[in-house]
């Protein structure tokens, strides 16, 4: 064969592969799908979580109990008691015995002997946020305890930043009151003005 055929048909093999390219197929990372399903799964959760706590809102917001739970609104010296069962936390008369009146007053003296706290709270978010300098906020406050007496959790509203929500929530974590075999939330209002 003719030395040139030879190399005229080898650049010409070369040619066409170059043409074709080199396709390159790419395979996914195993951890960087691992990390995507982990992703995916995670905010699955939250948005279970986050309808949950949205249900549990609505249900707050409608003054429901869950049949065992008692629901103490204090406004100014009025205390009104929701109860699931028609009982108080202590299961005494439907309004509440003695035992219940002692926690309920318990309750009242916490929130009263903070105030020095909240206000600090409110004063240092009115230093970093200046639209809260114009106005006195009516603060909503709902604090949820254990039969054990200790809080599960407390709200605030209307939600002045994070920082206020997170002082409130390490004040409110001192509120602890003695054991009742029901669990109750207490809610009640505080103003809030700035100084």
């Known amino acids: 064969m ?3 055929l030879v190399v005229a048909l080898g650049a010409a093999f070369a040619a066409s592969l170059w043409a074709c390219g080199k396709k390159e197929v790419k395979v996914p990372d195993p951890q960087t799908e691992a990390d995507l399903v982990a992703c995916r799964d995670k905010v699955g959760d939250q948005d279970e ?22 629901i103490v609104t204090i406004e ?3 205390v009104t008691i929701k109860a699931g069962k028609g009982k108080g936390p202590n299961q005494g008369e439907p309004k509440g015995n003695a035992k219940d009146e002692a926690l309920y007053d318990q309750f009242i003296a916490r929130v009263k002997s ?13 230093k970093k946020d200046s639209k809260l300098q114009a106005r006195t906020v009516s603060l909503n406050i709902q604090v949820n ?3 054990s007496g200790k809080m599960s959790s ?23 009151l003695p054991a009742a075999p029901r669990k109750v939330a ?10």
């Open 186 to 195: 207490f809610q009640t209002k505080m103003m809030l003005t700035p100084e």
């Open 145 to 147: 305890y254990l039969t």
């Open 49 to 70: 979580l986050r309808s949950l706590l949205e249900k549990e809102i609505a249900d707050l917001k409608l003054g429901s109990t869950t049949g065992d739970e008692v």
């Open 2 to 4: 003719n030395r040139w």
């Open 154 to 176: 407390a709200t605030f509203n209307p939600r002045i930043s994070p920082n206020f929500d997170t002082c409130m929530g390490s004040i409110a974590g001192r509120w602890t």
């Open 76 to 78: 100014g010296d009025i």
């Open 114 to 126: 903070s105030r020095g706290a909240i206000k600090k709270c409110y004063q240092n978010a009115l």
